[in-house]
């Protein structure tokens, strides 16, 4: 469920607002660059929400797995191998396993970007991160961190078996090392206990960076609404005036305050 803070409504609202008042607007010197900041804000929020419940999908999933693996480990308590339908199952969880570790890392990618991006764009913001208390607000170094601890995980996990995750790029490279690993009970036993130990740190990572995401979106979407604060005012007045017949001056919008 999204947990959308009300700063994040305000600014996709304020963002509908601008558009309106754009279009029916010709006076208001500054509604395009109100419209265009205003709406790249509400896209990136609207986006990045989108992708957290992608997240949390994707953590769901990982639990699952991970809670298989588990079961195959009693399994091999019990009985020397995993039979082939078994071994298949593990196999695709475990490719479906990495499909979640490249998602997760595409997240963050695309996340450090957009906040890369939101800097550029708002100068101020990087000086509001600075005066935000909050313990986490270096964003881009987050999601690095985030990269580099999957990275390291998978492959101290994947060590023990003679492999790396530059083997396991493609799911046929994947499935055909499991394949190799399915004749011996040695062998599922250390593939299937790497698998749980990088799904269960998946598992945290993925709701790291599920909290790391809302904190962004949400600290931005605030960062907007105080920034927005002068020039929305600017633009219900210029509003009003062109409603009641009144020709704002050309120039009024020079002292609004600059982004």
Do not use: C
Request: zero cysteines; proline letters at 1%; glycine letters at 6%.
């Amino acid at each position: 469920m999204r947990q959308v803070s009300i700063h994040l409504l305000l600014l996709m609202a304020l963002s509908q607002q601008a558009q309106t008042a754009s279009a029916g607007n010709v006076y208001t010197g500054f509604s395009s660059e109100v419209t265009q900041m205003a709406q790249f804000a509400a896209d990136g929020v609207a986006y990045a929400l989108d992708y957290v419940e992608q997240v949390a999908q994707y953590k769901q999933l990982v639990d699952t797995y991970n809670n298989q693996f588990k079961s195959y480990q009693l399994m091999l308590q019990n009985i020397e191998k995993l039979s082939p339908r078994q071994w298949n199952e593990f196999t695709q969880n475990v490719i479906n396993l990495k499909h979640a570790l490249e998602f997760g890392e595409g997240m963050s990618y695309t996340m450090a970007n957009y906040d890369q991006e939101f800097s550029k764009l708002f100068k101020g913001y990087e000086h509001y991160l600075t005066q935000a208390k909050n313990d986490n607000t270096d964003f881009i170094g987050t999601y690095g961190t985030l990269n580099k601890s999957t990275k390291d995980m998978a492959n101290a996990a994947l060590k023990s078996l003679g492999l790396q995750a530059s083997d396991m790029q493609s799911d046929e490279a994947t499935m055909q090392y499991l394949q190799g690993l399915s004749t011996s009970a040695s062998g599922q036993k250390s593939a299937i206990q790497a698998a749980s130990q990088i799904a269960l740190h998946q598992t945290h990572t993925l709701k790291k960076l599920q909290q790391t995401m809302m904190t962004q979106v949400n600290l931005q979407g605030q960062y907007m609404l105080e920034s927005s604060e002068k020039k929305a005012f600017q633009e219900a007045i210029s509003r009003t005036k062109a409603t009641k017949g009144i020709k704002p001056i050309i120039g009024d919008e020079s002292r609004v305050t600059k982004w």
